[in-house]
């Protein structure tokens, strides 16, 4: 029998089968032998082939091979990964200027991580309605710099459900990830996008401007439109994982676009002489902010101290 995982709630996974039932599984006893780096062998979004025993239990005892997924270095088990969700066709990144803040660093972590595995990204700035002028200013200049980049970019407020039909065409027959620092709406966007749904939605700490997580598990969660929504759960810091420095250029569209007219072939951009990236961020035509977070995974091999900046 073959279906697909719509939801992850640790040790079971409930798979739609291709005749319409849903059915809890757990996963077979040595699937975890198999050399999957991973917390999560099974992702929701993953098409599987299910087993029953004698006592009816389904168990999942095949997954089939993958088109991407997007994966993020595990914050429990530094060299395992945690994947988010599996075969989908974008993701959108919710972000706030504030209340929490999303850093640039984040937002370019996840970025980078999309690229290595080829998943299109969209960048949803939320929270709109209670931004100042000076806030609503600078996601603004966040804005153009993403879209300047090549990153489709949407302005919206999810509590108000001002301009959140931009998204219904976006997303309108795709699978799509929906990711996001804890707090920054995405429980209160899925309730415009799909009201059925009816998330749990949870007020921002005020002592540290910080979100709470409100989701727990991953799930895939379908839209009257055609097509699904995948709900995860929100995450404080985004560390890749399995990127080689020797890789990293090609994540980062600006760096890799200026890194051809470099003296070296294998320049890492960092301190060599006739470096084009280097000259491109002197003349602003590379984001400072964006040449950091560069530099930032290129030295930050182990990736513990991302997890400072939130």
């Not at 949803?124 to 000076?134: A, G, Q, T, W, Y």
């Not at 407020?157 to 799509?176: M, N, R, W, Y």
Request: net charge negative; with cysteine; proline share 3%.
């Amino acid at each position: 029998m073959k279906g697909l995982v719509i939801k992850n709630t640790g040790s079971w996974y409930t798979v739609k089968t291709d005749d319409g039932q849903l059915i809890e599984s757990k996963i077979k006893g040595n699937f975890r032998l198999k050399g999957i780096r991973s917390t999560n062998p099974v992702a929701v979004g993953d098409h599987v082939q299910l087993i029953t025993n004698q006592e009816g239990t389904a168990f999942i005892s095949a997954i089939e091979d993958r088109r991407n997924y997007i994966v993020r270095k595990s914050p429990n088990l530094s060299k395992q990964s945690h994947i988010l969700a599996a075969n989908v066709d974008q993701a959108l990144l919710v972000v706030t200027v504030n209340y929490p803040q999303t850093s640039t660093t984040f937002i370019d972590r996840f970025l980078a991580g999309a690229e290595a595995y080829r998943v299109p990204v969209i960048l949803v700035f939320n929270k709109r309605d209670i931004l100042s002028e000076e806030e609503l200013h600078y996601e603004q200049m966040m804005r153009k710099l993403y879209e300047t980049i090549g990153y489709q970019c949407v302005e919206l407020s999810a509590a108000t459900g001002e301009g959140v039909e931009q998204l219904i065409p976006l997303i309108k027959d795709k699978i799509s990830l929906l990711s996001g620092n804890s707090g920054v709406g995405k429980s209160t966007l899925i309730n415009q996008l799909v009201p059925e749904a009816d998330q749990r939605t949870a007020e921002i700490s005020d002592a540290h401007n910080t979100g709470m997580h409100t989701t727990t598990f991953s799930e895939m969660i379908a839209l009257s439109a055609g097509g699904y929504l995948i709900d995860t759960p929100g995450i404080k810091g985004f560390g890749t994982f399995d990127i080689e420095k020797e890789e990293l250029t090609s994540y980062f569209k600006e760096i890799f676009r200026f890194s051809e007219n470099c003296r070296f072939s294998n320049c890492t951009h960092t301190h060599e002489p006739g470096c084009a990236v280097i000259r491109a961020v002197e003349d602003h035509y590379i984001a400072a902010s964006r040449y950091q977070s560069y530099l930032s995974m290129l030295e930050d091999k182990d990736e513990n101290k991302y997890r400072e900046s939130f």
